[in-house]
T-cell receptor, first 112, second 117 residues
Framework: KNQVEQSPQSLIILEGKNCTLQ??????????LRWYKQDTGRGPVSLTI?????NTKSNGRYTATLDADTKQSSLHITASQLSDSASYIC???????????FGTGTRLKVLA | GAVVSQHPSWVICKSGTSVKIECRSL??????MFWYRQFPKQSLMLMAT?????????EQGVEKDKFLINHASLTLSTLTVTSAHPEDSSFYIC?????????????FGPGTRLLVL
């Protein structure tokens, strides 16, 4: 079954600290993996997209990694800011289809 | 980057009324748009895929007569929640499909919060 699982479900960190969010998937055949940030009451905004051949992709303080062999991805946030408080969603696409398979998300809270 | 807008951003209505939500791709043409529903603390659930000029494809368990979708142009899709009931209260998000540099991407709208009293 094509699934995307994320951990942890929720996370609280202090401002300035780093954190890493995990994503495991069983989607096959794999096309690409994206990380989205969703602020409360808003639509998701794309952070990174990685295809099968890419191992890492950065977008400012966000760095995503992908291990296509183990079907795992991570999103590392460096020097967190209060504005990083949001849900982070891992989304995987299957090759040959345009539908997205969404993870359940990780809710991050950054405290001052 | 590609921008998708939704209108209204929030709506409160009485049970039994119909509500129309618009989704527009502002700076690109989208042959395919998607409608999602999101309940609190849950991920997005795909409701239907909307293709310009043809009937929408609904996901299993989504009533097509309840959620009417019209994709009248390459930049506009509408979702009408007919005879809304309190259980239809949710956050509705649309996305529009675009192909940039050979990679297909969905750009999401800001969402519409529906509250049915």
């Amino acid at each position: 079954k094509n699934q995307v699982e994320q951990s942890p479900q929720s996370l609280i960190i202090l401002e300035g600290k780093n954190c890493t969010l995990q994503c495991n998937y069983t989607v096959s055949p794999f096309s690409n993996l994206r990380w989205y940030k969703q602020d409360t009451g808003r639509g998701p905004v794309s952070l990174t997209i990685m295809t099968f051949s890419e191992n890492t992709k950065s977008n400012g303080r966000y760095t995503a990694t992908l291990d296509a062999d183990t079907k795992q991805s991570s999103l590392h946030i460096t020097a967190s800011q209060l504005s990083d408080s949001a849900s982070y969603i891992c989304v995987v696409s299957r090759r040959g289809t345009y539908k997205y398979i969404f993870g359940t998300g990780t809710r991050l809270k950054v405290l001052a | 980057g590609a921008v998708v807008s939704q209108h209204p951003s929030w709506v409160i209505c009485k049970s039994g009324t119909s509500v129309k939500i618009e989704c527009r791709s502002l700076d690109f043409q989208a042959t395919t748009m998607f409608w999602y529903r999101q309940f609190p603390k849950q991920s997005l659930m795909l409701m239907a895929t909307s293709n310009e000029g043809s009937k929408a494809t609904y996901e299993q368990g989504v009533e097509k007569d309840k959620f009417l979708i019209n994709h009248a142009s390459l930049t506009l899709s509408t979702l009408t929640v007919t005879s809304a009931h309190p259980e239809d209260s949710s956050f509705y998000i649309c996305s529009a499909r675009s192909r940039t540099s050979g990679v297909e991407t969905q750009y999401f709208g800001p969402g519409t919060r529906l509250l049915v009293l």
